[in-house]
């Protein structure tokens, strides 16, 4: 799936995309790199550690407490 701008997209940065919130927001909410949040926004193949999930959705429930991880990544 494309997102904005005709780039990739996985369920996550589809989701970024429509809140408008930046990758660079999440990697400093979450310590995790700019890189790994790129990959998890862009490639819907990838698949993140359970601590990394963990940290994106204490990140993300601050803008939205409604959002489960299961809306993003397959467990």
Known sequence: MFGWGGK???RFGIWLDQKGISQEWV???TKISR???SKIASNKEYSPNLNTIKKIMKAIKEIDPRVKSDDFFDL
């Open 8 to 10: 990739p997209r996985s």
């Open 27 to 29: 990697s400093k909410q």
């Open 35 to 37: 890189n790994t949040i």
